[in-house]
T-cell receptor, first 112, second 118 residues
Framework: SQKIEQNSEALNIQEGKTATLTCNYT??????LQWYRQDPGRGPVFLLL?????KEKRKERLKVTFDTTLKQSLFHITASQPADSATYLC???????????FGAGTRLFVKA | DTGVSQNPRHKITKRGQNVTFRCDPI?????LYWYRQTLGQGPEFLTYFQNEAQLEKSRLLSDRFSAERPKGSFSTLEIQRTEQGDSAMYLC????????????????FGPGTRLLVL
């Protein structure tokens, strides 16, 4: 069955450093991969989407890579700030498809 | 555009009672999803509507769960004879109509309804 794995342990980093989160998947061929941010008690908020034919996408301090051979995406937050502390969810989908499959998320703590 | 809204935000009920949640999607979005999320997990797909048609329902979904979207606008999710295992955050998300190459893959989530079954 389809499986998405994200770092199960929380990631603790110092303010100003780069946070790198990993998303691995198996038994799935997504057309695109998304990253969402979720704060406690709130719904997820869309951050970035990268398609299967793209290697890298950037948006301000965020960078996503997508390796369909390794079945892996890396999500980077550069110059991290305490306000970046949240849970980050990886999600996979197919073009025109109904479902988006979510990973369990990685909790990020950025210390001042 | 006020985003996706959900009501109530919190619900406490006793085991065996029925509960109903409401979702109001972004007005021009014809696609609507319900998810369930438990602590430490990602959102788990429950069901999908395109306009008023329910096109997909998770096989994991018990027949105690039913969802409707009668006029293709708001949606309701009802859980009958609630069990303690139903305690979770219930999230609604909407998407704009599908257009190849568009931003239609993005899902816009509501704040969720947190259900506690005692």
């Amino acid at each position: 069955s389809q499986k998405i794995e994200q770092n199960s342990e929380a990631l603790n980093i110092q303010e100003g450093k780069t946070a790198t989160l990993t998303c691995n998947y198996t038994n799935y061929s997504p057309a695109y991969l998304q990253w969402y941010r979720q704060d406690p008690g709130r719904g997820p908020v869309f951050l970035l989407l990268i398609r299967e034919n793209e290697k890298e996408k950037r948006k301000e301090r965020l960078k996503v890579t997508f390796d369909t051979t390794l079945k892996q995406s890396l999500f980077h937050i550069t110059a991290s700030q305490p306000a970046d502390s949240a849970t980050y969810l990886c999600a996979l989908g197919k073009t025109g498809g109904f479902k988006t499959i979510f990973g369990a998320g990685t909790r990020l703590f950025v210390k001042a | 555009d006020t985003g996706v809204s959900q009501n109530p935000r919190h619900k406490i009920t006793k085991r065996g009672q029925n509960v109903t949640f409401r979702c109001d999607p972004i007005s021009e979005h014809n696609r609507l999803y319900w998810y369930r999320q438990t602590l430490g997990q990602g959102p788990e797909f429950l069901t999908y509507f395109q306009n008023e048609a329910q096109l997909e329902k998770s096989r994991l979904l018990s027949d105690r769960f039913s969802a409707e979207r009668p006029k293709g606008s708001f949606s309701t999710l009802e859980i009958q004879r609630t069990e303690q295992g139903d305690s979770a955050m219930y999230l609604c998300a909407s998407r704009p109509p599908f257009r190849l190459g568009g931003r239609e893959e993005t899902q816009y989530f509501g704040p969720g309804t947190r259900l506690l079954v005692l």
